[in-house]
T-cell receptor, first 113, second 114 residues
């Protein structure tokens, strides 16, 4: 089944403890993105990647890192999480050409206390 | 910068009736794509319908159709014969032709009542 797989689905952590949210797609898509969803704000792009080893900042990149060492994987790293990073996170991918729209993972609910 | 506005935070409709969700956007681009995504309580993001700006014909997918008014920068979603399973958050989204930045509206929470 073609899909984007995100893990974990839920995560509660403490301020300052490094964490990684994994994302993997099995569709050979070139483009991958991370979004965060907050009430009243919709989804905002954190980082995106156009291909292996090519990443760039989105609208809200502060406090996040990403890497794209393989085409299928695009992990999101929070080096020192803070409470304002409590949010619902989505990984998404799309083949070349944006007319297809993005395929989204099932989301990660992150709480930083 | 492109922005997407959904002016209806919440809406409700009776089962089997028709409802229209509004979306406007602001852009200086001429070529772009527009989307409606559905997010049910499971929180999965599901693509409902897409529209290419250079096509004048409005997109249709079964009970879902759009009213695309390019000059007015408006992209509304009409749901006909509403079903209980249509209860969800709906997001309007925009992406320019040569850009990776898909921008979303704040969402409209739709409740279908039995």
């Amino acid at each position: 089944e073609a899909q984007v797989t995100q893990n974990p689905r839920y995560l509660i952590t403490v301020t300052g403890k490094k964490l990684t949210v994994t994302c993997s797609q099995n569709m050979n898509h070139e483009y991958m993105s991370w979004y965060r969803q907050d009430p009243g704000l919709g989804l905002r792009q954190i980082y995106y990647s156009m291909n292996v080893e090519v990443t760039d900042k989105g609208d809200v990149p502060e406090g996040y890192k990403v890497s794209r060492k393989e085409k299928r994987n695009f992990p999101l790293i929070l080096e020192s999480p803070s409470p304002n990073q409590t949010s619902l996170y989505f990984c998404a991918s799309t083949p070349g050409g944006f007319n297809y729209g993005y395929t989204f993972g099932s989301g990660t609910r992150l709480t930083v206390v | 910068a492109q922005t997407v506005t959904q002016s209806q935070p919440e809406m409700s409709v009776q089962e089997a009736e028709t409802v229209t969700l509004s979306c406007t956007y602001d852009t200086s681009e001429n070529n772009y794509y527009l989307f409606w995504y559905k997010q049910p309580p499971s929180r999965q993001m599901i693509l409902v319908i897409r529209q290419e700006a250079y096509k004048q014909q409005n997109a249709t997918e079964n009970r879902f159709s759009v009213n695309f008014q390019k000059a007015a920068k408006s992209f509304s979603l009409k749901i006909s014969d509403s079903q209980l399973g249509d209860t969800a958050m709906y997001f309007c989204a925009f992406i320019p032709y040569n850009n990776n930045d898909m921008r979303f509206g704040a969402g409209t929470r739709l409740t279908v009542k039995p």
